[in-house]
């Protein structure tokens, strides 16, 4: 089973519409999570972390799912910008514990395209 | 504010070759990381350093060294060259605190093809 599973999309949603994707962890032990995007081309930037209680910023919305090992991310009135590929990123759970890193796995990533 | 640079952008070279790629940070994050990205596989993990003279390896270690003799520097080396290490090389940086994995900042990228 892979460590963190999404899927690859594409999703094509119009400008406006509320999205929203999934990503499953297999590693229970894992403790910090975030959403990353990436723009083509370009560099991994965080988006957001997501905590336990669920949180929100602006147009975004993270919750965590322990018991079901899943991530969420919701996005609404969707822009045109918000076109990327998300990265759903899980600590490793000291995969690299050697060197005392968590060491974070990154899932291979949603692809998003917002239609005007 | 700088941030996390890496030298060069691009670069082509051919099988056999060594190959340096350059990270340089200037918030004196502890941690440095490097990755690979290739379609179908997303970003795996090659090396990584929580500070300087102390290194390991990642997922994907296999025809790369690394050194860190300065916090702000964590250059990845490719011994020499093979065509499956063609790819798009990440550097990365965080402050790693007690009992957390941290967010990681990511330089810009190089784009390496091996013919």
């Known amino acids: 089973r892979k460590e963190v599973e999404q899927d690859p999309g594409p999703f094509n949603v119009p400008e406006g519409a509320t999205v929203a994707f999934n990503c499953t962890y297999s590693n229970s032990a894992s403790q910090s999570f975030f959403w990353y995007r990436q723009d083509c081309r370009k560099e991994p930037k965080l988006l957001m972390s997501v905590y336990s209680s669920g949180n929100e910023d602006g147009r975004f919305t993270a919750q965590l799912n322990r018991a079901s090992q899943y991530i969420s991310l919701l996005i609404r009135d969707s822009k045109l910008s918000d076109s990327a590929t998300y990265l759903c990123v899980v600590n490793g759970g000291g995969r690299y514990s050697g060197g005392g890193a968590d060491g974070l796995t990154f899932g291979k990533g949603t692809h998003l395209i917002i239609q005007p | 504010d700088a941030g996390i640079t890496q030298s060069p952008r691009y670069k082509i070279t051919e099988t056999g070759r060594q190959v340096t790629l350059m990270c340089h940070q200037t918030?004196?994050?502890?941690?440095m990381f490097w990755y690979r990205q290739d379609l179908g596989h997303g970003l795996r993990l090659i090396y990584y350093s929580a500070a300087a003279d102390i290194t390991d390896k990642g997922e994907v270690p296999d025809g790369y060294v690394v050194s860190r003799s300065k916090t702000e520097n964590f250059p990845l080396t490719l011994e020499s060259a093979t065509r499956s290490q063609t790819s798009v090389y990440f550097c990365?940086?965080?402050?790693?605190?007690?009992?957390?994995?941290?967010?990681?900042?990511f330089g810009p990228g190089t784009r390496l093809t091996v013919l």
């Open positions: 990365a940086s965080s402050e790693f605190r007690t009992g957390s994995a941290d967010t990681q900042y």
């Open positions: 918030w004196s994050h502890s941690y």
